[in-house]
Each structure stands twice: as C-alpha cells, then as structure tokens.
C-alpha cells in the first residue's frame, strides 16, 4: 500500500500544483552542468531569472 510522506508522520503539508513542467525543470538541471557557475544558485538566480527570464516565465523563486 502506498502512503505518502505526509500521511506517514501526521504533519500537514502544503500541496502545491507545480508552476513549472518537468521538461523545463530537466531542460535548467541538464543546462546547469553544461555552464561554467560555480553552483546551481548562481547559475539559477543569474542566469536563468535573469538572461533567460522570457524563456521561462513561470520560473520559481530559488528560495521556493
């Protein structure tokens, strides 16, 4: 039987519909190891929110 995590240890847990499809998710992951950032927060919050910011419109802030 399948439980969720959630049900597991009785805490409450938002239950957000994600803004972002897992294409665009694996497209920014596969990218970032192809680029020269030192980390994925430099690479997310300068690069993609910033250079290709209307390439991803529906890009979540790094602390989300």
Same mark, same amino acid.
Not at 16 to 40: D, K, P, Q, Y
Not at 42 to 53: E, N, P, S, V
């Given at each position: =039987? !399948?439980? +969720?995590?959630?049900? =597991?240890?009785?805490? %409450? +847990? +938002? %239950?957000? &519909?994600? =803004?972002?499809? &897992?294409? &665009?998710? =694996?497209?920014? @992951? #596969?990218?970032?190891?192809?680029?020269?950032? *030192?980390?994925?927060? $430099? !690479?997310?919050?300068?690069?993609?929110?910033? $250079? @290709? *910011?209307?390439?991803?419109?529906? *890009? #979540?802030? !790094?602390?989300?």
């Amino acid at each position: =039987m !399948y439980l +969720r995590l959630s049900d =597991m240890d009785g805490r %409450k +847990r +938002r %239950k957000r &519909e994600c =803004m972002m499809s &897992e294409s &665009e998710i =694996m497209t920014i @992951l #596969v990218c970032c190891h192809f680029g020269t950032f *030192a980390n994925f927060k $430099h !690479y997310y919050m300068l690069f993609i929110k910033g $250079h @290709l *910011a209307k390439d991803f419109p529906s *890009a #979540v802030s !790094y602390n989300r």
